[in-house]
């Protein structure tokens, strides 16, 4: 073997790359000075690119396939570096394997409620949280937005920078469908395409795609989920005095033993005929006969007018009649003095107000003057 067939065999031929952890995105295939043969294999597997990068440029991107790294195989780096077909001495460069498979259950949510203004609630804090996959799609631009020179670039350095994007693109999403606070968990998968609608332009940028986005949760703070169990469970009961006396029947037959059980059955029975009666009346209508255990209601008692009298030029009152027949009597009211009560046209005598003319009637006359 001469000293250039030594030389020759120390240089790379094949150069692949495999992915172990299901974790990396980018890989830098390293190489001591990066001096790769000319003429060398390059292998690029399913769901992988290949990113040749020549003195700090993009040169080429592969797709799956064997490739000789020759001349009449990479035009961008011919036209770079002026090669011809004779060219058989090894260059520098460095090659990038990207992973453009699926990267599947990355976790996303809100690290703060979000303020959204529902329909029916108006402006409520929400908090929501889920899962997400994504994938490269542009791999040489994904190489230089985001990578850069690292050699060994991970999901999780990138899934970050993503729930920043969704957390500020939730709330603009939620108000844009208008889907109910209490209709958001039969809506999510509707929510989840909206909200990957919304999140592609910013993924796009750096060369991403988010083939899937899951809502699992959305949670309301927990002040108002307390108020709405209360009014689903008012829903619940129905008839609240029902509900009453079924209770109290309840705690009776349980907290009282025997005794308690045969007064719960009394009361019971008290209540189930009380039912039947007010069922009964319900089916007979307003002109039904009432039923003999039922009184019949007394009409209400009308209210006692008052009243308002002048003495020596003075109002006084509110009155009753009662009091004004006192006065009748001991001669401070006259037939002549002014009076009044609501329903008046004004200030009237007396005498002339035939509900009050009837207390002198019963007085007797004054004494004739000597």
């Known amino acids: 073997m001469g000293i250039l067939d030594f030389l020759t065999g120390e240089f790379i031929d094949v150069?692949?790359?495999?992915?172990?952890?299901?974790?990396?995105?980018?890989?830098?295939?390293?190489r001591e000075?990066?001096?790769?043969?000319?003429?060398?294999?390059?292998?690029?597997?399913?769901?992988?690119?290949?990113?040749?990068?020549?003195?700090?440029?993009?040169?080429?991107?592969?797709?799956?396939?064997?490739?000789?790294?020759?001349?009449?195989?990479?035009?961008?780096?011919?036209?770079?570096?002026?090669?011809?077909?004779?060219?058989?001495?090894?260059?520098?460069?460095?090659?990038?394997?990207?992973?453009?498979?699926?990267?599947?259950?990355?976790?996303?949510?809100?690290?703060?409620?979000?303020?959204?203004?529902?329909?029916e609630f108006g402006p409520i804090r929400l908090r929501a949280y889920g899962s997400y996959e994504i994938r490269i799609t542009d791999p040489g631009r994904f190489l230089v937005e985001v990578v850069g020179t690292d050699g060994d670039f991970t999901a999780d350095e990138i899934t970050y920078?993503?729930?920043?994007?969704?957390?500020?693109?939730?709330?603009?999403?939620?108000?844009?469908?208008?889907?109910?606070?209490?209709?958001?968990?039969?809506?999510?998968?509707?929510?989840?395409?909206?909200?990957?609608?919304?999140?592609?332009?910013?993924?796009?940028?750096?060369?991403?795609?988010?083939?899937?986005?899951?809502?699992?949760?959305?949670?309301?703070?927990?002040?108002?989920?307390?108020?709405?169990?209360?009014?689903?469970?008012?829903?619940?009961?129905?008839?609240?005095?029902?509900?009453?006396?079924?209770?109290?029947?309840?705690?009776?037959?349980?907290?009282?033993?025997?005794?308690?059980?045969?007064?719960?059955?009394?009361?019971?029975?008290?209540?189930?005929l009380a039912m039947a009666q007010q069922q009964l009346s319900a089916q007979q209508g307003p002109w039904g006969a009432v039923p003999q255990t039922q009184a019949p209601a007394l009409p209400p008692v009308a209210p006692e007018r008052t009243w308002h009298v002048a003495i020596d030029g003075a109002a006084k009152g509110p009155l009753s009649k009662a009091a004004l027949g006192r006065m009748v009597a001991d001669g401070t009211l006259e037939r002549d003095t002014l009076a009044w009560s609501e329903g008046l046209d004004g200030w009237l005598e007396a005498g002339t107000v035939p509900e009050l003319a009837r207390l002198f009637t019963v007085a007797p006359p004054p004494l004739p003057k000597s």
């Not at 292998?43 to 700090?56: K, L, M, N, P, S």
């Not at 209490?182 to 999510?188: E, G, R, S, V």
Request: with cysteine; charged share 15%.
């Open 15 to 30: 150069i692949h790359w495999t992915d172990n952890d299901h974790k990396t995105m980018v890989s830098r295939f390293e």
């Open 161 to 272: 920078q993503i729930r920043n994007i969704i957390t500020a693109q939730f709330s603009a999403a939620i108000a844009r469908s208008g889907i109910p606070v209490l209709d958001m968990a039969a809506n999510t998968p509707e929510l989840g395409k909206l909200l990957a609608q919304a999140i592609a332009p910013a993924l796009a940028e750096y060369g991403l795609s988010m083939p899937s986005f899951y809502i699992e949760n959305i949670s309301l703070p927990e002040q108002v989920e307390a108020m709405l169990d209360k009014r689903t469970s008012m829903g619940i009961v129905g008839d609240l005095q029902h509900y009453m006396q079924f209770q109290t029947a309840e705690a009776m037959t349980v907290s009282g033993g025997a005794a308690g059980a045969s007064m719960g059955a009394g009361v019971g029975a008290g209540l189930g």
């Open 33 to 119: 000075g990066h001096e790769i043969k000319y003429g060398a294999k390059l292998t690029v597997r399913e769901g992988q690119a290949a990113i040749f990068v020549h003195e700090g440029q993009l040169a080429d991107v592969f797709t799956p396939g064997l490739y000789m790294l020759e001349t009449n195989n990479m035009p961008l780096m011919t036209t770079l570096n002026h090669w011809d077909h004779g060219f058989k001495s090894p260059f520098k460069s460095e090659v990038y394997f990207i992973n453009t498979t699926r990267f599947t259950d990355l976790k996303w949510g809100t690290k703060n409620p979000i303020i959204c203004r529902d329909p």
